[in-house]
């Protein structure tokens, strides 16, 4: 089993009365570790970690780690301020890790020769392995499938995170094997597993985590017919997730069943109640 194969859960990061919500988070990773999950990507995306600051991130994942061994977690780590990327990511390595979650620098848009300096920077000042993000429907900027390919044959850079959505590319790097791929688009997850890649870093999979973790076990024991059922059963589930801009569906869910409140920070906004009746009615049918 490779080192970062599996289901990991990109985090949410609860909120109450505008606050980090501690108690909440501590009751959500220990329902998603009895699920059998992978580990947790903290302070990414989904855990919104833009609306939060580095000490707050920070205390998000001091708290996670007293809960979940170190081997199981990765720290997201974004900006475009390199120098300010390099000092924080300093701040993160003095905690032990199983890597560090970075994308392509936003907004600026460098050129493909100032995007390998980029990540080739971070991965030479890294202690633990990096994991690139490749998603540049937010970051701007479409890192190239020869530049990606140059990029992660750095011994540094241990997995990627595939949102670029272009099938090519991902068989590129699965066939390539420099790098562990896992998807980062959830209705991607079944094929993924299936074409070789190694798992995902999932928003959805914070629901039903063990029905995710099923359909890893299923591809990898090759029962693909019942790995087939299984996602078919959570699709419904995946489409839903993403009704609204996401962390606000797999808020309101996680609300629906009592996990944490449905608080997001500005400017994202919680989802239109007809999203919410719809997340109800899903989230009956996929059952317990």
Not at 57 to 71: E, F, G, I, Y
Not at 137 to 144: A, K, L
Not at 200 to 221: E, P, W
Not at 257 to 265: N, T
Request: overall charge negative; proline content about 6%; charged content about 20%.
């Amino acid at each position: 089993m490779s080192t970062f194969r599996g289901i990991w859960i990109a985090l949410a990061t609860p909120f109450r009365g505008g606050e980090i919500d501690f108690p909440a988070l501590h009751t959500l990773v220990s329902r998603l570790l009895e699920d059998g999950v992978r580990g947790f990507v903290v302070c990414g995306t989904t855990g919104e970690a833009a609306a939060l600051s580095h000490d707050e991130q920070l205390a998000v994942l001091d708290a996670v780690l007293q809960w979940v061994p170190p081997h199981q977690v990765i720290m997201g780590l974004a900006g475009n301020n390199l120098r300010e990327l390099l000092a924080f990511q300093q701040q993160i390595q003095s905690r032990p890790l199983a890597g560090v979650l970075v994308p392509a620098p936003y907004y600026i848009r460098p050129s493909q020769a100032g995007l390998e300096v980029f990540f080739r920077t971070l991965a030479d000042a890294s202690r633990v392995p990096l994991v690139l993000y490749d998603i540049p429907y937010r970051t701007g900027v479409r890192i190239e499938r020869e530049t990606l390919r140059r990029i992660v044959r750095h011994p540094r850079i241990a997995a990627i995170k595939d949102c670029a959505g272009d099938i090519e590319t991902t068989l590129a790097l699965i066939a390539d094997g420099e790098v562990e791929v896992l998807t980062g688009e959830d209705l991607q997850i079944f094929s993924n597993l299936c074409l070789g890649g190694a798992g995902a870093i999932s928003a959805s999979a914070h629901i039903r985590a063990d029905l995710f973790v099923r359909m890893q076990r299923q591809v990898d024991s090759g029962d693909v017919s019942a790995a087939r059922g299984t996602f078919y059963r959570l699709l419904p589930w995946i489409q839903a997730a993403f009704a609204e801009p996401n962390p606000a569906a797999i808020k309101a869910a996680l609300a629906l069943q009592g996990m944490i409140a449905d608080e997001l920070r500005e400017p994202m906004q919680s989802c239109a109640p007809a999203t919410v009746e719809r997340l109800r009615r899903v989230l009956e049918a996929l059952g317990d």
